[in-house]
């Protein structure tokens, strides 16, 4: 099937939209969270008319069509990522719960970490993949380091035989950063980090909803993404782990589901991934991103990437024309993702967003989660347009003819 | 699903109650519901001599102990663990097989219980128990000399 | 407005259903998870379809509209809960992850427990107020104890002076029991935990749902429900908390959101709510949320509970024909909520549940995450029969005739 | 909302630059954008000497503590903080108010602003950085003699 991204958009409601008196929606901030299609929301509706009840605990004829609807989502994004077994995808509530799952067990249990030893992530982090490794080193006494970056926005591997050591217990790194949307070699790093025995934790929130991913190949350990950015509903995340791993350390979140028996005394645990699913898990979330996943294989996550290597090249060549504005990241579409920060000289990016708002342009101004790798950069903040599989040249256009105005606005 | 030969075996169940000698005993826990079996083996070289159990729970969990247990007792281990593969097979088929009589005894009565995927792990139980104590139990005869 | 059984059916699409070869559907399974109203599920698709769009980051309309709808909804929740500010209320993704939320930030920081300390629960508590505190526990050197419960399914106070002591740190107490149907004594038991300077903690999963529940009289410092049984979405809950409290506990996820700067060697944090809502929260299931509490008033939460007694009262007067049935818990309808779980002589609930369902009615079987209840009063597992604003007389009377068929077909 | 006397105060902002002797110094933070205000507030009993600040912020945030300055400078704690309730009420209208020109002065330019809930915050920061100093002033010259 050719992919016509015309075709495309007619799935996507809320394109129709108009905004700010009769503007027509540029939506261009998908990095944040992407639209959905018309067949993830009428998957939704449809469980909660027909087929809702609570999963694994219902001997009742709804109870099993609700577990077998969420377990076949996970058979799905077992499959989406190449994963060996369902039982290696963990359902949470977004990348960051996942980010934090993996921190938390590594605060105690068989591989807890403790004084000596360090955690590296690098200077391009998401806050929630920086914040959990304060927190579990203020916890237990590890230590953090991070890798640097370069100019022009790549991780700095220059001294990676002094941050890759004995040492390291832990390399948590983000596969495609939402800032600057570079596109990090995570498998040359990931075997760097097990040959000295770390554990690589990849977070995917970027590069699972735009590219084919495969964690056979990737070298990675855990993975973290979030439903949201990828045609799903919000309040659903998957965390894939190493089923040995996940079988291996100890629970999170206790509760209901998550245990094998309990007795007021003590408790043991469920199988994996049951062991991590505690409470009533996200059902018509997780259902509705089983739905996301075949609606994105039906267009094909290889077609998904082609068009927006297209978009950010063209992105990336107009918005060279726009004087005084720079570009946080590689400047070219290679190895590169479809997020593009930059700033506009004497133009704060709040002020940028907003008479791009006022456009119909839908972008981000701020740090993006990303506060270290702005002040890197020697700015507080910058403005984000992000795109993905319905996004067009003409909204591009539209965002450069806006970024004019604001320049002419704020001359 | 409730087949009169599951309710049979479930009224009148064969081989019940714990018994010595013993190789290893294994205990089973479905965590839904708090289903319990205790399951013993004994086995003679590769020759199963006696699987004896007691266990707490439903009739689909109690006669597909009865039923396994008149499968598998007298039989070489390869064999009972190819009606065990059979059953598994049969157990995952969402009611669309019926299962070789040849291979499975009564326990094709059982093809009807995999209509309902809450009670799989019901019929279930007793074979993934008979399973681990069987590996356990050939695992020790040929790591060390059997005790028997 | 009065109350109609058969008016309030109409809003409920699922329960036109017809289950296993065309019987009309009986749903007795709300305890483990309510049935959504038409107006929640078109607020949901209308967010998607409107209004999608991450919050409280984006300057721009979308951005600004699905702001305001999750934040209009942290309103309507305080209020229907009668917290004194909308900073009260943090969003997680279930009733379990606002107990572990409570049981992990007293793991460490100011108000961490340690040896010596004691933790109190109750026999009666779902394994998720019961697995949090026994992982708290092992991982601090605390000890667990609990309050047991007398035969007729009230909790045991006699040894309150033994148990409520200068050691106690914790209490955690369920307000109705999902297995008995207990309505327990909260205020009562917070006030003498209080004297001693202990933190309360109510697991309202039951409660909120079902009756009208004031924070400002109940006594606890902490109040955890649930959306999915609130006629809310699924992947949603609630933890209240006392407001001093929230912001003196330390964080529990890190990560985009909860922060208020970051830079790689430390992190500060955000005031609360968003403390304690790190990465991209449930928007639209926060929504769909608001959107339940406005269905739950425009009823009123007491003509909910009155008919939900009237609806107890009745099953129980009924269930009480069946012979060789035994009901777990109080068997009169004074202080008590509408789960009723029941055995049957001679008969496993999974075969009782299996030959209900055969008659269309919905029902659960095992021990309903509370293993420990079971255990006490000598049972693996019971069937368990429950109802909320939409259940009818009719449905307890085909309850009945298929206890009778069960009855008959393993007698 | 960008009114022409907003653009005015962005341009050239008044009272801008940290100045000496101040009695307090803050410095607040929007998490989400990362702007930052450091402000002094210098008071002589409960009458307001200087107020100065030293920003990274947006055109909205930048003009708002222009504004502010020119508003509280030299004026009794009690009408600032008047005037501070005021803008904070005009602030939470949504845009459905225009505020109190006697009052607020430049600030009334503001109104607009409470239309786009995302920028409330920016044009807060310094009135809230304002606040949190002034109460801190009087709290420590109330607590032990003031030092002026
Ligand atoms: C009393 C009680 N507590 C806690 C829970 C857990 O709620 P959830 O599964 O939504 O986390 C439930 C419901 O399952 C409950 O009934
Ligand atoms: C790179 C990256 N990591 C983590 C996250 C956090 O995802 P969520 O907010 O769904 O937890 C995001 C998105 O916000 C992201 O872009």
Request: charged fraction near 25%.
């Amino acid at each position: 099937m050719s992919f016509d991204v015309e075709t495309v958009r007619k799935d996507f409601p809320i394109l129709d939209r108009q905004v700010r008196d009769g503007r027509p929606l540029v939506y261009l901030d998908s990095a944040n969270t992407s639209q959905k299609p018309r067949p993830v929301l009428d998957v939704l509706t449809e469980f909660y008319e027909r087929h809702n009840a609570n999963i694994h605990r219902a001997t009742h004829a709804l109870g099993e069509e609700a577990t077998e609807a969420y377990e076949g989502a996970r058979i799905k994004v077992a499959e989406f990522i190449h994963a060996s077994a369902p039982e290696e995808i963990v359902f949470v509530k977004n990348s960051s719960e996942a980010l934090n799952l993996v921190a938390n067990v590594l605060g105690w249990g068989p591989r807890a970490v403790g004084p000596g030893d360090e955690v590296l992530i690098t200077e391009m982090e998401h806050h929630s993949n920086i914040v959990p490794w304060q927190i579990l080193c203020e916890r237990t006494g590890a230590r953090l380091r991070w890798f640097g970056v370069t100019d022009d926005g790549r991780l700095d591997l220059s001294n990676v035989d002094d941050l890759i050591t004995e040492r390291t217990r832990v390399l948590a790194v983000v596969h495609v950063s939402n800032v600057l949307g570079t596109i990090n070699p995570v498998s040359l790093l990931a075997e760097r980090a097990h040959r000295v025995g770390a554990l690589v934790v990849v977070d995917a929130s970027q590069s699972v909803p735009h590219m084919p991913v495969d964690v056979t190949t990737l070298g990675a350990d855990f993975l973290a993404f979030t439903g949201h950015k990828m045609c799903g509903p919000t309040g659903v995340g998957v965390l894939w782990g190493r089923r040995e791993l996940l079988e291996e350390l100890p629970p999170f979140l206790g509760g209901g589901e998550m245990i094998e028996t309990v007795t007021m005394e003590r408790s043991t645990y469920a199988a994996v991934p049951h062991k991590y699913e505690a409470g009533t898990p996200p059902i018509a979330q997780v259902v509705g991103l089983g739905a996301a996943v075949d609606y994105l294989r039906s267009i094909g996550m290889d077609a998904i990437a082609e068009h927006e290597r297209e978009i950010t090249a063209y992105a990336l060549t107009r918005l060279a024309e726009v004087e005084g504005l720079r570009v946080l990241g590689p400047t070219e579409a290679v190895d590169r993702g479809g997020a593009i920060s930059f700033v506009v000289d004497g133009v704060h990016p709040h002020d940028v967003a907003q008479v791009l708002d006022a456009h119909g342009v839908a972008v981000r101004a701020g740090h993006h989660c990303g506060r270290p790798i702005h002040l890197r950069y020697g700015v507080a903040a910058s403005t984000r347009a992000s795109s993905y599989l319905y996004t067009t040249k003409q909204e591009i256009d539209a965002l450069i003819d806006a970024l004019h105005a604001v320049r002419r606005f704020f001359g | 699903m409730y087949q009169e030969i599951i309710l049979d075996h479930y009224r009148n169940p064969h081989h019940r109650g714990l018994r010595e000698p013993y190789d290893v005993e294994v205990r089973h826990v479905n965590p839904t519901c708090g289903d319990e079996v205790t399951l013993r083996v004994k086995l003679d070289g590769t020759k199963i001599l006696d699987v004896s159990y007691d266990s707490i729970g439903c009739s689909i969990s109690q006669a597909s102990a009865s039923v396994l247990t008149d499968l598998v007792i007298g039989s070489e281990v390869d064999d009972a663990m190819a009606a065990h593969e059979a059953f598994l097979a049969l157990m995952q088929a969402k009611g669309a097989e019926v299962g070789d009589e040849a291979v499975l005894g009564d326990a094709v009565a059982f093809s009807g219980v995999a209509k309902y995927p809450a009670r799989v792990k019901c019929a279930l139980l007793a074979w993934m128990a008979w399973k681990d104590a069987t590996l356990q139990a050939l695992a020790r005869h040929g790591g060390e000399p059997a005790e028997s």
